[in-house]
């Protein structure tokens, strides 16, 4: 969500507005509005007059104390309790008391025993008229900050701060000139100058005996200062040295704040960055190389395509109202002073802050009932799979054991228990494992004959197997040594013809698998008496295998319920083998 931010810039000789549209991805220039200011008007109708004609209506405004209604000096106070400490070291050192003022401060630096802080202040009275006068004209500003500060937020965003260094903006308006002193981005001083633009109109109209208004144009149209390296005669000649004489004592105050700070910080000042109306003399830049030692060159900024090209000018003359802005975004290094405080704080903060707090709980009660809604359904799942499970247990328990219990560990040691007594048949358990049936197949194979089994089904009560002899005598033979075994019964033959290849015969068994009493009979032959005495004991393989019968069937039937060996064949001959 985008909202629009208009930074106001209350010069003496003209307002200037920039109007940014700004969102989470950035900030979008939308407009520069400059209006002249009249001496007879004041400053409220002056406002009332430039949001009537251009219909601002913006979601955030930024607006900064005139330079000459505000002073800015460094403190150095305990690093501990600075907030209270503050405001009784601040009295002490201004002239007026703390009730008469309206302060902010911003932290340069802290060891252990001290902190050194930048305080800016102004008179209670001249911010009150300021505010009333805004919102004489429908605006409520946000931030109400300090003219000589405003263009910290342009470092990072406009302009690269210096490495190893201190940078400085000058801006040269009508009647003040404003310096503010950065390190690394950070504002380390800052001075409102008596002397601008206006002392050289003044100068040109004296010297050339002109009307104000007619040197105010000449100035801006044929101000120029030449430096020592360049030739001027005549007018040209005169026009530079009157205007290096009105703005003498400007630069010598301008060398003397930065001799001073660069002698605490102990930094060199690399660069100068000039703007404000008065900045469109020619070689102004220059004339301040020559006079401070530091590099100095007009100020330009990368939106400059945006707002018209071949304007210089104007981007130097609207750089204040938009590093405002800028203070409105999130693109801004430092957080900006402002005088709304305590009993002058911006209630439009407490006004969007319920509005939020009313989205907020209306959002958390959604996410309540969604919250209730899908616990609910949950809580109806899982009853309803509860008693599934449970009604599938029940008659999972009545199969095996004969009744419907509730409980899976109950079912359990029943099944244990009667396999420690026997073989469990009583409980619906295999007599006997599918590994165990289809041993005794292979077993009973006859001697000196040849059978290939093809495919083997064992069920919980019947198996089939097909497979392929080289005589039908074979398989009689086969059929009655099954006969043989307790556990197989009711043998019947299916199809039985040559193979496809015609190499031999194909052959179909079905038989029961369901154990009887054993007798034992002399006829019977050695595999028969080897395998009809063994009985199911307590603690032996066939026991234990008496569970995996289950899993054996189950795993290799699915659904039928049968144990099918695919690809398994059973060689019967003396040197036959498994595969």
């Not at 002239?95 to 302060?103: A, E, G, H, T």
Request: proline content about 3%; hydrophobic content about 35%; glycine content about 10%.
């Amino acid at each position: 969500m985008s909202q629009r931010v208009l930074g106001l810039d209350l010069g003496n000789r003209s307002i200037k507005a920039v109007s940014l549209n700004v969102s989470f991805k950035g900030f979008e220039f939308i407009e520069y509005i400059e209006k002249e200011r009249s001496p007879l008007v004041d400053l409220a109708k002056e406002l009332e007059e430039l949001v009537g004609a251009k219909k601002l209506s913006p979601d955030l405004c930024i607006v900064a104390m005139p330079g000459e209604k505000t002073a800015v000096r460094t403190i150095v106070l305990p690093s501990k309790r600075i907030e209270q400490t503050l405001p009784f070291e601040l009295e002490d050192q201004i002239p007026f008391k703390l009730d008469q003022i309206v302060y902010d401060y911003h932290l340069l630096s802290r060891t252990a025993e001290n902190a050194k802080v930048l305080v800016a202040y102004s008179r209670k009275d001249d911010f009150i008229d300021l505010v009333d006068s805004m919102g004489h004209a429908g605006l409520d500003p946000k931030i109400v900050t300090v003219d000589v500060l405003a263009y910290s937020s342009l470092f990072g965003n406009m302009i690269t701060p210096s490495s190893n260094g201190l940078d400085a903006i000058v801006d040269m308006g009508h009647e003040w000139t404003s310096v503010c002193i950065m390190n690394q981005g950070q504002p380390v001083a800052a001075r409102a100058l008596g002397g601008g633009g206006r002392c050289v109109t003044e100068a040109l109209a004296k010297a050339f005996d002109l009307p104000l208004e007619r040197a105010e144009k000449g100035k801006l149209v044929d101000g120029v200062i030449y430096t020592e390296e360049q030739e001027a005669d005549g007018d040209s000649a005169r026009v530079s040295e009157t205007i290096k004489a009105a703005l003498a004592p400007t630069v010598r105050e301008l060398n003397q704040t930065f001799r001073s700070v660069t002698s605490e910080l102990k930094m060199p000042l690399n660069k100068i960055y000039l703007c404000g109306g008065s900045s469109a003399i020619r070689n102004l830049d220059k004339h301040l190389s020559s006079r401070t030692g530091s590099e100095a060159a007009l100020l330009t900024l990368d939106f400059e395509k945006q707002v018209g090209s071949g304007t210089g000018n104007r981007i130097a003359s609207m750089a204040k109202a938009f590093s405002l802005a800028l203070q409105g975004t999130r693109s801004g290094r430092a957080k900006p002073m402002n005088f709304r405080k305590g009993e002058y704080a911006y209630k439009g903060d407490t006004a969007t802050l319920k509005g939020k707090l009313v989205q907020t709980a209306v959002l958390l009660g959604a996410i309540l009932c969604l919250l209730i809604a899908d616990t609910a359904s949950r809580l109806y799942f899982l009853s309803t799979e509860e008693t599934r499970v449970t009604n599938r247990l029940k008659s999972i328990s009545k199969e095996i054991v004969g009744k419907p219990f509730t409980e899976p560990k109950k079912v359990l040691s029943i099944v244990e228990e009667e396999i420690r007594n026997g073989a469990g048949g009583g409980i619906g358990l295999p007599e006997v494992t599918a590994l165990e049936a289809f041993r005794e197949m292979v077993n009973r194979i006859p001697k000196d004959s040849k059978i290939v089994f093809k495919e083997v089904m064992i069920g919980d009560r019947r198996c089939r197997l097909k497979g392929k002899t080289d005589s039908l005598g074979s398989v009689s033979t086969f059929v009655d040594n099954l006969g043989a075994y307790h556990c197989f019964s009711d043998i019947t033959r299916g199809r039985t013809g040559t193979d496809v290849a015609g190499t031999g015969m194909e052959f179909e068994l079905g038989m029961n698998l369901v154990c009887h009493e054993i007798k034992k009979d002399k006829s019977s032959s050695k595999a028969e008496k080897m395998n009809a005495g063994k009985q199911v004991s307590p603690g032996t393989k066939a026991t234990e295998g008496i569970k995996k019968s289950k899993i054996l069937k189950i795993k290799a039937t699915g659904n039928e319920k049968t144990g099918r060996m695919p690809n398994q064949e059973i060689v019967g001959s003396k040197g036959g083998k498994t595969r």
